[in-house]
């Protein structure tokens, strides 16, 4: 079965600097999705970012970035001039691009805290 | 404006009274899902719906039961609640098919059951 792993539960950043969270996953599938959603205290699930892991070429939105690393399972999200309003859990998640039920199989989240 | 509407937001029940959460999307998806968020444990799937009168289980679905009779409405029942299925709930939906992953969220229903 998949699994999602983050270490950290927690993280903090100084506003304008750069900080990565961690994420690891196991799988033995080749073709499948990876993403990073966010979770401010609104509760709201807000998707960051995707990556599919048939594109060598690390995904972008904006002032985050992704650093994928399929032979090691290895997913970290940066964030680039941390702002305030980036403060939220963060989740990691993996879906196989097989499974039918299109389930999205979450680690269990990293806090991220925002230093003014 | 597109969205997932799950209500209500905020329940707290006691052991046994049934309870139904609802949700309801207006993107005209085939596919809808209920997640509970639990922590230390992230979401995880309760059941999943590939379209009208078409569900199954997903990781966690004891306690739990759906059912799909319109395509926008896909209602979480729970028949006999126990303080273990207090917890967060999302009602998600999507297209179905490859090319379009992303996955609308509704804002969640904290259940709290005493």
């Known amino acids: 079965a998949q699994t999602v792993t983050q270490s950290q539960p927690e993280m903090s950043v100084q506003e304008a600097e750069t900080v990565t969270l961690s994420c690891t996953y196991d799988t033995s599938e080749s073709d499948y999705y990876l993403f990073w959603y966010k979770q401010p205290p609104s509760r709201q699930m807000i998707l960051v970012i995707r990556q599919e892991a048939y594109k060598q070429q690390n995904a972008t939105e904006n002032r985050f970035s992704v650093n994928f690393q399929k032979a090691a399972k290895s997913f970290s999200l940066k964030i680039s001039d941390s702002q305030l309003g980036d403060a939220a859990m963060y989740f990691c998640?993996?879906?196989?691009?097989?499974?039918?039920?299109?389930?999205?199989?979450f680690g269990s989240g990293t806090r991220l805290l925002v230093r003014p | 404006e597109a969205q997932v509407t799950q209500n209500p937001r905020y329940l707290i029940t006691v052991t046994g009274k049934k309870l139904t959460v609802t949700c309801s999307q207006n993107m005209n998806h085939e596919y809808m899902s209920w997640y509970r968020q639990d922590p230390g444990l992230g979401l995880r799937q309760i059941y999943y719906s590939m379209n009208v009168e078409v569900t199954d289980k997903g990781d966690v679905p004891e306690g739990y039961k759906v059912s799909r009779k319109e395509k926008r409405n896909f209602p979480l029942i729970l028949e006999s609640p126990s303080p273990n299925q207090t917890s967060l709930y999302f009602c998600a939906s999507k297209y179905r098919g490859r090319l379009n992953e992303k996955l609308f969220f509704g804002s969640g229903t904290q259940l709290s059951v005493l």
């Open positions: 998640a993996y879906r196989s691009a097989r499974d039918s039920s299109y389930k999205l199989i």
